[in-house]
């Protein structure tokens, strides 16, 4: 069932880490999911809702909501984005462990900033500074605040000193 662009209820992508990220304001039929669906969204049945998979308790994945929010819009759909800083991104630094990003993946968008403000991704370590034991690199870590800041996200410091 194809729908006027008058017809259409506006859209929200909401994403929390509580719940993930979710469209409201969709309906059976209104074809947002063949759309969004090509962006990493999926149809939850038990909750009839449309989201992206395994993203409770992780940042937003920017690259996958800008993704589907251009699509929507091409397609002549009203789209907002409401993204929760309620758990902001923390930059830690011990003397003992180094530099270190909290509550980021090395699938979201913080570590897209990140990279290239000299943090890597390990399997086992996440996302830290290398050999970044002992006194704090403040203009390194000042500097990836700034950008994560600058790019939408909430961030906190706790550094060691």
């Not at 759309?35 to 395994?54: A, C, N, Q, T, W």
């Not at 630094?93 to 980021?104: D, E």
């Amino acid at each position: 069932m194809n729908q006027s662009p008058e017809d259409r209820t506006p859209l929200t992508i909401v994403h929390t880490r509580a719940a993930g990220t979710l469209i409201e304001g969709t309906r059976p039929g209104d074809g947002v999911l063949d759309i969004v669906r090509r962006h990493g969204f999926m149809l939850f049945r038990s909750e009839s809702r449309i989201g992206i998979r395994r993203s409770t308790g992780r940042t937003a994945k920017l690259a996958k909501i800008n993704g589907a929010v251009e699509a929507l819009r091409a397609a002549g759909f009203t789209v907002t984005v409401d993204i929760s800083a309620d758990d902001p991104v923390r930059i830690v630094h011990t003397r003992a462990r180094g530099t270190h990003l909290l509550g980021a993946s090395s699938g979201d968008g913080v570590w897209n900033v990140a990279r290239d403000h000299g943090f890597y991704a390990s399997r086992h370590s996440g996302i830290f500074v290398p050999r970044s034991a002992g006194a704090p690199n403040k203009p390194l870590i000042t500097d990836a605040a700034r950008a994560l800041r600058e790019a939408g996200f909430a961030v906190t410091l706790d550094i060691e000193e």
